[in-house]
């Protein structure tokens, strides 16, 4: 049974760091031809795309995170990765992974606070 679980959440301060990961399991699917993102949902706010990356590699953001965040992809693995630095209070919300043929997973809590 194909699966989607996302990791790396946590509790940390502001100016910290956390890498986020989702693995898809048992896919079904060539990884590597599809676009992924990660998303976010503070509370009370609606579910915000942060960041996306072809299936060529090219990573954009949006520009809340832009120079802080780097996404990533191991095609080997099935992974995407999403490197956040210099985390801020206004990121704290909890992290989905989009993958386009797959339903949302259950997402990883990330709370920046001092």
């Known amino acids: 049974q194909v699966q989607l679980v996302e990791s790396g959440g946590g509790v940390v301060q502001p100016g910290d760091s956390l890498k986020l990961s989702c693995v898809v399991v048992?896919?079904?699917?060539?990884?590597?031809?599809?676009?992924m993102g990660w998303y976010r949902q503070a509370p009370g706010k609606q579910r915000e795309l942060v960041a996306q990356i072809s299936a060529a590699k090219w990573p954009d953001y949006v520009d809340s995170v832009r120079g802080r965040f780097t996404i990533s992809r191991d095609n080997t693995k099935n992974t995407v990765y999403l490197q956040m630095n210099d985390l801020k209070p206004e990121d704290t919300a909890v992290y989905y992974c989009?993958?386009?043929?797959?339903?949302w997973g259950q997402g990883t809590q990330v709370t920046v606070a001092s």
């Open positions: 048992d896919s079904d699917r060539d990884f590597g031809n599809y676009a």
């Open positions: 989009y993958v386009p043929w797959l339903s």
